[in-house]
């Protein structure tokens, strides 16, 4: 039975949380955000920028304090949880203490009369790996495993929209990494249109369509894993996004290009005015030991072998800046060598000291 993909349109959301005898909060500062149905976004952002606050907006758990919230042709803003058909998976969404497992993913359904609900129950259980957990109740379960209930609670109803926050944090590496795939293989099969919040970097770029950075209530950047690496749109998201994480450096611009200091200089794919103060960004992926031609110069301060490839933490000369630069194999280096540090001009980021922007 497949879902109606719908698509899910946030215009202007805005949350103020006020508690008595505290100033108001805004935790949501009127995001746009327009998925296309299908479409599965990560929102991805630091601690405390107003994730979860989204989320439960969107699922009629928290009020809204300004803005819309559209599913398809539907504004549902003032419609309560149930009426939304939205399926959600939270960690805080109480199981039903007294009910077993099984009778936990089958209550939605049977309170709208599904013929198949068992059939229903029983293959979103095989997939999510969790057929031995049906008979027990919710307060034998361990972290993890109340995590996949309450991710199979949300799957089974079949919701055109599903919400989920955190789904896989409890789960050890091996299985978050095959319920991970298994999330995406039956989002795709039935065109749940969902969002998933995670702190998780490579949960995000693995599940992800697009990805919808936040910082401070605001999102900073809306686009695809790709975009969002190759360009990022400010120093936020290109520091916050990439592991290991990007260096940023100041910088003056010298036309075609960017200078650190007396450490030397890098062509750039934008023109950067001569004279002008820039934050330069370099990630370990794209700065690399040069065979001549432009770079950085620095000496070495340790390497670390990760088999795959090295990262070199170089000390620039006369900056007081360390710079990350992934090595390949065969290419060693060592602590103390001298080396100049080049990188194509595309993947040199020049952002604007103040607003932090991207120059483009
Ligand atoms: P995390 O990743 O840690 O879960 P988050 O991005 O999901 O964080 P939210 O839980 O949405 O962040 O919280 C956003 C901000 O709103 C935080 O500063 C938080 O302290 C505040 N906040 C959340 N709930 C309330 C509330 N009920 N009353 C007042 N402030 C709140």
Same mark, same amino acid.
């Given at each position: ?214 910082? @401070?209530? &605001?999102?900073?950047?809306? !686009?695809?894993?790709?975009? =969002?690496?190759?360009? +990022?749109? #400010?120093?936020?998201? %290109? /520091? ?27 062509? @750039?794919? &934008?023109?950067?005015?001569? !004279?002008?103060?820039?934050? =330069?960004?370099?990630? +370990?992926? #794209?700065?690399?030991? %040069? /065979? ?49 540090? %080049? ?18």
């Amino acid at each position: 039975m497949t879902a109606t993909a719908q698509s899910l349109r946030l215009e202007s959301l805005r949350k103020t949380y006020t508690a008595r005898g505290r100033e108001p909060f805004e935790a949501v500062k009127g995001i746009d955000l327009d998925i296309e149905p299908g479409e599965l976004v990560a929102l991805l952002g630091p601690s405390g920028c107003g994730k979860t606050t989204t989320l439960r907006m969107i699922a009629g758990l928290e009020t809204v304090t300004g803005g819309k919230i559209m599913i398809g042709d539907r504004s549902v803003g003032d419609l309560p949880p149930g009426k939304r058909n939205v399926g959600v998976g939270f960690e805080s969404y109480a199981l039903y203490p007294p009910l077993t497992v099984r009778e936990n993913l089958a209550y939605g359904l049977k309170a709208r009369r599904a013929k198949d609900a068992t059939a229903r129950v029983d293959a979103i259980a095989e997939r999510l790996e969790m057929t031995e957990l049906l008979g027990l109740r919710p307060a034998n379960l361990s972290s993890g495993q109340k995590q996949r209930v309450a991710l199979a609670r949300a799957l089974v109803r079949n919701p055109p929209v599903l919400l989920l926050d955190e789904p896989l944090s409890h789960l050890d590496a091996g299985q978050r990494q095959r319920v991970r795939r298994e999330l995406k293989v039956l989002q795709r099969e039935f065109g749940y249109t969902t969002i998933v919040v995670t702190h998780d970097q490579l949960e995000a770029l693995s599940l992800a369509d697009r990805m919808a950075v936040m910082d @401070a209530g &605001v999102i900073k950047q809306f !686009g695809t894993p790709d975009e =969002v690496f190759d360009a +990022p749109a #400010d120093r936020f998201v %290109a /520091d916050f996004v990439g592991e290991p994480s990007i260096t940023l450096l100041p910088g003056t611009g010298t036309g075609d290009g960017v200078r650190v200091g007396d450490a030397g200089g890098l062509r @750039a794919a &934008v023109r950067v005015a001569e !004279g002008r103060d820039v934050v =330069v960004g370099l990630r +370990p992926q #794209d700065c690399h030991p %040069a /065979d001549g031609g432009p770079g950085l110069e620095g000496t070495v301060l340790v390497f670390e072998d990760l088999l795959e490839f090295g990262l070199a933490t170089v000390e620039l000369r006369g900056v007081d800046t360390r710079v990350v630069a992934q090595v390949e194999p065969g290419h060693p280096v060592r602590a103390g060598d001298r080396i100049t540090l %080049a990188a194509p001009p595309e993947r040199v980021h020049v952002f604007d000291p103040a607003s932090g922007e991207r120059l483009r």
